[in-house]
């Protein structure tokens, strides 16, 4: 590793050192691309032109300066700082994580925000619709610009929570080399980034082509003693031990020892073969029996990327310009989790090890049916952590042909077809059917039964009664490694039509038309094990396939009303239609309409209101059974085990528990084991579109005695109907649902789940909660389009160049000043109120009332510094909300992130610059009930204090 991050230094240092010599030695640069001004910017969310600060919607845009100026090579990172974002997955997500990065608007999910480059929507990349940014290369960015609201009626179906569209660099001449290294105070965390820009006009300029490859290395890092924050798990860990642990079974219980009344009756393994009281110690101490996973999963993922494109452009003749793009991405991610934790194990009576431990053996014929399996859980730490290996290939190629018509009319046509193939590899997981050969009785200590030998003739047999029992042979054969395979295709062709009909009094009346055919098919493969639920670790899933398909026609129109009258300089109208037919849904309109009104110059009031929709995608209406472990804890549990906090049980929910344990929960002390709850999740083919009502009104303020300065204030609300989501809003709220009506039903007799209507109510013909054998609950979660989804608040923005009037140069030039503010009032989900929360319950994320950016930049001769600072209010956790009631958790105190950059024009062509991030070293907040970092890593920052240093060369 040592060697490795030399190496790296080295060539970090190498690249900036020879890029400065070149730079001192070159002649002067052909094109410089320079600032873009953003006033001036045809803006994203209509195909009629509209600039910055005029348009409808609201709009945030994100230069290439303020990029630069963080340091941000991963997109995520780029829009992760703005208020209106909700963070998805990032460089530091690793439970969950599929090694992607994307961008949530609003919080309405990835999958609900649409992702266009260059005004084109970009290939996602895998089952879930979403984008992975990582195949978005940010030295290529000239400006991002992020619509909130629904889009649907000008691109369709995922545009439900807005677009997100990344604006890259277009007729490049000469070439650019842009080097950056960075690295955490820790001296961890390393990130070497190396990218090449090129490009050249031809044929007398009446074409050009750009050309761009990049290159990212990253390193990832653990929990350690420089971020104390991060161990031991606030979660109180996992009730799956090291040491193994012995489950008692209501139908069969254990009577040695004073079981099962005297205790929960489980038992581990401190001293190998001997069964001792089960320590559900939630501090995690040394005498604790439960486990630390927190140490073993990274707080970063380490990553490798090559990024490729290319884009032209040729005038085939003075009227038609012939255009094509190819974008292709090989990712490379990793993440960790904590040895297999594998569950529910039955031990034949007759295995060997059970039969020549005595006190063991003892134990278990201390039951009414000695000669019954065992049921044991164990993590599998002989095994290996488990790691899991994303590799991404993504490419799409965009080609077409745009026509100035004549008299303002012009006419794009174009083809796009998307690949993206996912391959999943999982090393150190445990085989059932092996673990099951291993432990099955007949053999001695180190041969497995002749019956099983047969089957498996490399079996080994395996001690899992201590920790340190398991022998390589034996965790060698029960390992499992296996690859699953997505991939993804689109399709998609597109004829836009703009132009003016006519000129009215007040202006021309602009219109947007055209026609659109798209196609996703997706594959999904997971490996024969995975498919075959033959996994301890890791969740099981089904193959997926299928495609869909729309045809669609839309019609935009741009009125103007009013010109240069009493009290209205302008007053315009601006309407919308689409009309997409799905394979799957049938027909959907998606529609716009609203104006703005200038009742004098410097002010414009506008309004809003659009419907929007989002076809199910394939996933959604195919997925089969698979398994996940959302944040949930067992209403029957009598201690939290995140907290250590004791529980009260009502009458209703203890008898409802008695009937499904065999036993009360009470006076058995039953505590459940984890704060996660094994769940199967299920697709639905009849799944309807979402629907849902965006309105947005506000006021931009230009004044014309500040030159320069621009500010809007803008109020939305967000209505999502038929929300496609798993029914009660989530396991959660499928256990609570079911709980709450065991209760009343079990006020004086206990009532069987079977009896229960909101238990039975899955559409799946199986119930929704169940038990296994030792008790643990298990939930059913299928989808439907049964959540109701409402979000509002309120946006600021602010710009501001101002040319300094007393400095003359001495002291400065020119400060830029950029602020965006939200205020979140309401995030509800199903009558559920999320604004001001964070947590893992309904809803994994973190929801701040208020969120701000600030970016500041100072022009100083040659030298530009400039400040970005980040505002998180503060928070409470959504375990404090009255409809889980979990309790005893503590708020989260608000956050202030400064990061502060210099870049030195040193030469004509070369600039150096640096910075740091996260300036004041603020540790991250610790969440009581987070299995990823102790915290949120995706909305706070986990590296601490982070240096980054680098040139760019300009010929």
């Known amino acids: 590793m040592k060697l490795q991050q030399s190496r790296r230094r080295l060539l970090a240092t190498t690249i900036i050192a020879g890029a400065s010599a070149l730079a001192f030695a070159a002649p002067a640069m052909a094109q410089d691309p320079g600032a873009t001004n953003v006033d001036d910017l045809v803006v994203t969310g209509t195909r009629i032109a509209r600039q910055d600060y005029v348009a409808n919607s609201p709009i945030s845009t994100v230069s290439s300066e303020q990029i630069q100026a963080r340091g941000d090579v991963n997109v995520e990172q780029i829009l992760n700082q703005l208020p209106q974002v909700v963070p998805g997955l990032s460089a530091n997500s690793n439970n969950p994580s599929n090694g992607s990065a994307t961008v949530d608007l609003r919080g309405l999910g990835a999958s609900r925000t649409l992702v266009l480059v260059n005004g084109h929507r970009f290939i996602p990349y895998d089952k879930s619709n979403a984008v992975d940014l990582n195949s978005i290369p940010a030295a290529l960015i000239e400006r991002v610009e992020v619509v909130t609201g629904g889009a649907s009626a000008v691109y369709g179906s995922d545009a439900l929570a807005g677009v997100v569209n990344f604006i890259f660099k277009r007729d490049y001449e000469g070439f650019g080399l842009d080097t950056q290294y960075g690295i955490s105070r820790f001296g961890d965390g390393e990130q070497f980034n190396a990218s090449l820009t090129f490009g050249s006009n031809f044929a007398d300029d009446r074409g050009n082509v750009t050309g761009y490859v990049g290159y990212s290395d990253r390193d990832g890092f653990f929990p350690n003693s420089d971020r104390p924050w991060s161990f031991p798990s606030a979660a109180g860990g996992s009730g799956t031990g090291e040491y193994g642990g012995l489950n008692n079974l209501a139908l069969n219980p254990y009577t040695a020892a004073g079981c099962p009344t005297a205790n929960p009756c489980r038992r581990s393994f401190r001293t190998t073969g001997v069964p001792g009281p089960f320590s559900n110690d939630f501090s995690l101490s040394p005498t604790s029996d439960r486990y630390d996973f927190s140490t073993v999963n990274l707080l970063q993922s380490p990553s490798e990327r090559f990024n490729l494109a290319l884009m032209g452009h040729y005038d085939v003749t003075d ?562 909300i009255p409809d889980f009631q979990d309790g005893g958790y503590s708020g989260i105190d608000s956050y202030w992130y400064h990061d502060v950059s210099g870049t030195w024009q040193a030469t004509e062509n070369m600039e150096v610059f640096a910075g740091i991030r996260n300036l004041l070293d603020e540790e991250p907040p610790v969440f009581d009930n987070s299995p990823d970092g102790n915290t949120d890593p995706n909305a706070y920052d986990v590296n601490g204090r982070y240096f980054f240093f680098g040139a760019r060369l300009k010929y």
């Not at 004791?646 to 039953?670: E, H, I, K, M």
């Open 319 to 880: 009227n038609v310009e012939a255009f094509a793009e190819v974008f292709y991405t090989d990712s490379r991610n990793n993440s960790q989790l904590a040895p297999t934790p594998a569950t529910g194990i039955s031990i034949p009576y007759t295995n060997f090890f059970v039969q020549n431990y005595p006190a063991l053996l003892a134990y278990a014929n201390s039951r009414p049916n000695p000669t019954a399996p065992l049921n044991f859980d164990r993590r599998m730490s002989e095994v290996g952590a488990r790691i899991q290996m994303n590799n991404t290939d993504v490419y799409q190629i965009n080609t077409g042909l745009r026509a100035d018509l004549g008299s303002g009319w012009e006419l794009e046509g174009f083809y796009s077809y998307g690949r993206t193939e996912l391959t999943t590899s999982i090393l150190n997981d445990v085989s059932r059917s092996r673990l099951a050969a291993a432990l099955a009785g007949g053999g001695t200590a180190t041969t497995c039964a002749p019956s099983v030998q047969a089957l498996f003739p490399t079996c080994v047999p395996i001690n899992l009664f201590g920790r340190g029992t398991i022998t390589p042979q034996a965790a060698a054969f029960v390992r499992l490694n296996f690859t699953d395979r997505s991939v993804f295709e689109r399709q998609n062709v597109q004829l836009n039509l703009t132009g003016t009909v006519m000129e009215l009094p007040a202006g021309p009346l602009g219109i947007a038309a055209g026609v659109e055919y798209r196609e996703d098919t997706l594959s999904y493969t997971p490996d024969d094990a995975k498919n075959a639920g033959d996994i301890y670790g890791f969740n099981a899933e089904r193959a997926v396939s299928g495609s869909s398909a729309s045809t669609e026609a839309y019609i935009e129109a741009a009125v103007p009303l009013l010109r240069d009258a009493p009290f209205a300089k302008s007053l315009e109208l601006e309407l919308g239609a689409r009309l997409s037919d799905y394979d799957t849904v049938g027909q959907v309109w998606s529609y716009k309409f609203g104006g703005s009104w200038e009742p004098v110059d410097s002010v414009r009031l506008r309004a809003l209101y659009q419907r929007a929709s989002r076809a199910p995608n394939v996933f959604e209406l195919f997925q089969a059974n698979d398994q996940g472990f959302p944040a949930v804890l067992d209403p029957c549990t009598t201690v939290n085990p995140g907290t250590g906090a004791a529980r009260t049980l009502s009458t209703g929910v203890r008898n409802f528990c008695r009937s499904q344990l065999g036993f009360d929960p009470v006076t058995a002390g039953f505590v459940a084991q984890n704060t996660q709850t094994e769940s199967f999740f299920f697709g639905n083919p009849d799944l309807s579109e979402e629907k849902s009502d965006t309105v947005t009104i506000g006021a931009v303020w230009q004044p014309t005695f500040v030159d320069g300065l621009s500010m809007s204030l803008d109020y939305y609300k967000i209505e999502v109907e038929d929300y496609i989501g798993t029914i009660s809003g989530g396991v959660s709220g499928i256990v609570g649902a079911c709980f709450a009506a065991g209760a009343a039903a079990s006020a004086t007799t206990p009532a069987p789940v079977s009896s229960i209507a909101e238990c039975n109510n899955a559409g799946i013909g199986l119930p929704l909660i169940f038990r296994d054998a030792a008790g643990n609950l298990k939930a059913r979660a299928p989808l439907g389009n049964v959540s109701a989804l409402e979000t509002s608040g309120v946006d600021f923005s602010t710009r501001y160049g101002w040319d300094v009037p007393w400095a003359g140069g001495m002291w400065g030039e020119q400060l830029d000043i950029a602020v965006n503010l939200t205020y979140l009032d309401s995030y509800e989900l199903d009558g559920i109120e999320y604004a001001g929360t964070a947590g893992a319950y309904n809803i994994s994320a973190t929801l701040p009332e208020w969120k701000a950016n600030i970016s500041l930049g100072y022009d100083v001769g040659p030298v530009r510094v400039a400040y970005s600072g980040t505002f998180i209010d503060e928070l409470d956790n959504q375990g404090n």
